[in-house]
């Protein structure tokens, strides 16, 4: 089966999809001056267009990896993923505190998921 690439650049793809499995880069905020709920909103934003793109959605989570630059920001960031995840569908994940690539993000999710059929 073809790999299919979405959003290519020189460094990375956004997305890969390979037998009805969706693959997302590590999404970060743009908007780097928000505080955490702001970043987590963001990004939880780009995964829902990135999924959309990829005929999946949340519901569809196979796992998820959260990086976040400091602990202290662990209940800001649970409590938007809490209103954004789907309820009945909540995904295997991990939480780890990472030095991020860039000081000012203040999270990074990575997310795998199924296509709908």
């Not at 505080?35 to 998820?64: P, W, Y």
């Not at 569908?89 to 795998?112: F, Q």
Request: net charge negative.
């Amino acid at each position: 089966m073809a790999v299919i690439r979405h959003h290519v650049g020189p460094r990375l793809s956004e997305t890969a999809i390979h037998n009805g499995t969706v693959y997302l880069a590590g999404q970060i905020a743009e908007d780097t001056d928000q505080d955490i709920t702001g970043q987590t909103r963001e990004v939880l934003g780009h995964i829902d267009r990135l999924l959309e793109e990829a005929n999946s959605d949340k519901a569809h989570l196979l796992t998820v990896q959260i990086y976040i630059s400091d602990m202290v920001h662990f209940a800001g960031m649970n409590a938007v993923w809490d209103s954004w995840v789907a309820q009945g569908n909540t995904p295997p994940r991990a939480t780890v505190e990472s030095k991020l690539a860039n000081p000012a993000c203040l999270v990074e999710i990575v997310v795998i998921a199924a296509q709908r059929s």
